[in-house]
């Protein structure tokens, strides 16, 4: 998709994918870092993640929550943890391609 053109998830538009990506960036760096991250948040990730090449893989039995924690490299990062209690981080950028 071209960065002209615009871009749903869930329930909010954006004009450019790079709208999209400096509202998820927005997200990642207003949140507490490992906190469940709450409605309408939560929604909006799950459609976020809805959009990733890997989704099922990275959702695997369902979401329970998102949270906020540092990456191995010392990035903040969303974590997804399952209704399994498993857990994995995942970037956003693919989701707003």
Known sequence: MG??????????SFETQNAARRF???L???QPLKMNI?????SFLSALISRHPRAGEIVGKGIDHFTVVYSVRGRRCFCL?????????????ECVQ
């Open 81 to 93: 943890t399952r209704i399994d209690g498993t857990k994995t981080d995942f970037t956003f950028y």
């Open 24 to 26: 998820v960036d927005d």
């Open 3 to 12: 960065q002209g053109k615009r871009l749903i998830i869930g329930q909010r």
């Open 28 to 30: 990642l760096y207003g």
């Open 38 to 42: 709450q409605e309408p948040h939560h």
